[in-house]
């Protein structure tokens, strides 16, 4: 019962990808207030303000991205085959339930899932314009995946 609800997410996933690829590059900055001159603001610093909203704005799908979203999908890769062997060796799953991860199919949705979270979590981080936030997510998410996939790989197996 529980394959269809796979398919169905991975689905809504897929088709939900080319309407994120769509998006265009911002090319004018948006429009500034006038400065007040009681505020004492200059036409210099309204300048520099465009200067750096420009320079800021680039597409989500960029380069950069694209690099960092296939280094997440990488880190929870090796974080699934990691698990795996990690339970074959005898030892007790922590954060998910040994159920869940002796189900490979479902724990593969977690997995992918997981990776989709980060790339939403990216895109709601640059559709309000924190673009370190952006980064910032998916560098995390491959030091916390690879680092517990790392983990799992260095302990004893169990006698």
Request: charged content about 20%; proline content about 4%.
């Amino acid at each position: 019962m529980r394959l269809p609800l796979c398919f169905a997410v991975v689905f809504i996933f897929a088709a939900s990808a080319p309407n994120l690829r769509s998006q265009e590059l911002i090319t004018s900055p948006p429009p500034l207030i006038k400065p007040n001159a009681l505020m004492g603001t200059t036409a210099s610093s309204d300048s520099a303000t465009v200067a750096a909203s420009s320079r800021d704005e680039h597409r989500f799908w960029d380069r950069k991205n694209d690099w960092l979203f296939a280094g997440v999908a990488a880190g929870r890769t090796l974080d699934y085959f990691s698990t795996l062997n990690f339970r074959r060796r005898g030892h007790q799953e922590v954060f998910l339930t040994n159920d869940i991860v002796d189900n490979h199919a479902g724990f593969a949705v977690i997995e992918a899932a997981s990776t989709g979270a980060s790339v939403g979590a990216s895109y709601i981080f640059h559709h309000y314009r924190h673009h370190k936030l952006e980064r910032w997510t998916s560098i995390v998410h491959i030091g916390l995946a690879t680092s517990g996939a790392v983990r799992n790989y260095s302990l004893k197996t169990v006698h």
